[in-house]
Nanobody, 122 residues
Framework: QVQLAESGGGLVQAGGSLRLSCSAS????????MGWFRQAVGKEREFVGS????????RHADSVKGRFAISRDNARNTVYLQMNSLKPEDTAVYYC???????????????WGQGTQVTVSS
């Protein structure tokens, strides 16, 4: 059973930056495709970014392209989400997800973290 733990959320002013981290419990997590999703109050969970285990397949949602960047360090079993130029509409709970099969992680991923709150003030 893979366990995921997010960290790095917090309160930031518009235009600021945050870096989220997601640590995986398994040493085999380097073979997992990883993704970030977010859910704002009253809205459905939405895709933010995805990175395959070998880093050949990287995707970002159109809403965050040019501002957010997903990356991973397999030696540390950790995936990151660097968020720059944050906007109030980026306010949400951010979740890490892992999928051993799908190179692009979707909401059907079998493993999820508990989430970390990101709040962007105007």
């Amino acid at each position: 059973q893979v366990q995921l733990a997010e960290s790095g959320g917090g309160l930031v002013q518009a235009g600021g930056s945050l870096r989220l981290s997601c640590s995986a419990s398994e040493r085999t997590s380097s073979m997992l495709n990883m993704g970030w999703f977010r859910q704002a109050v009253g809205k459905e969970r939405e895709f933010v970014g995805s990175i395959s285990w070998g880093q050949r397949h990287i995707r970002h949602a159109d809403s965050v392209k040019g501002r957010f960047a997903i990356s991973r360090d397999n030696a540390r079993n950790t995936v990151y989400l660097q968020m720059n130029s944050l906007k109030p509409e980026d306010t949400a709970v951010y979740y890490c997800a892992a999928d051993p099969i799908s190179l692009i992680v979707t909401s059907d991923a079998p493993y999820w973290g508990q989430g970390t709150q990101v709040t962007v003030s105007s």
